[in-house]
């Protein structure tokens, strides 16, 4: 695991709120080595989600770099970055942001579909993730059908259906129970293990930051590596 695939190097990023400024990141800076699980750990507020929304491209940075195998991904136009999101990332957010009226199947095919991948691939790769996830018996359900953690599975098999190289998780199992979310913990090294996907997890759980191979924590807008919170 010693090859870098994504650098985030002096990132700053601010606010406007109620008239006052606030400097959320302030000179960001940390690697991801290829096929390793890296936390991000902090208090909540601290600008974690902003730091995992502009490395996957959602929102851009007031300055700094992110660069993805050498590539600064912000010299790219709008078009070339939707397409390296859908190629490159995967993204499991707190909140599932699963299509309520799509079952578990088709909520996980959807982005290889838009990517532009044949139906039967795409409904057939969706369901062998669902299997690996343990949850290949719940194709058919709508979410409002399955449990928090269920979902959680059906979200973490979409983001990993195009075969990602990094998947951002911010704060993935921020509205479960601690029961579920040590299986999602579990989840996510059968996954790092099996696939040598790489994880990149913004959280301010200390029992999920334990499953990294590596850590930093953020502070007053900058990062340290190590565990300090």
Do not use: W
């Amino acid at each position: 695991m010693d090859d870098v695939i994504l650098q985030v190097h002096d990132l700053r990023k601010h606010y406007q709120y109620q008239g006052s400024r606030i400097d959320v990141l302030q000179g960001a800076g940390l690697y991801v080595n290829k096929g390793e699980i890296l936390a991000v750990v902090g208090k909540s507020g601290v600008g974690k989600s902003t730091l995992l929304h502009i490395m996957g491209t959602l929102d851009r940075p007031d300055a700094g770099t992110v660069l993805f195998k050498g590539q600064d991904i912000f010299q790219m136009n709008e078009d070339q970055r939707v397409r390296f999101r859908n190629k490159h990332l995967g993204f499991v957010f707190q909140f599932h942001h699963l299509l309520p009226e799509f079952t578990a199947l088709e909520n996980v095919a959807l982005p290889a579909l838009i990517g532009g991948k044949p139906r039967t691939e795409a409904f057939g790769k969706a369901r062998k993730l669902l299997d690996v996830l343990d949850i290949g018996d719940r194709c058919g359900h709508i979410p409002d059908t399955m449990s928090g953690g269920e979902q959680q599975r059906v979200a973490l098999a979409r983001a990993l259906v195009m075969e990602p190289e990094i998947v951002l998780a911010d704060e993935p199992t921020g509205n479960l129970d601690m029961k579920t979310s040590q299986e999602v913990h579990a989840l996510f090294v059968k996954i790092n293990q099996e696939f040598h996907t790489t994880f990149v997890m913004a959280t301010h759980s200390r029992s999920l930051a334990k499953i990294a191979h590596r850590a930093y924590t953020l502070a007053n807008g900058v990062l340290q590596e190590g565990m300090l919170v």
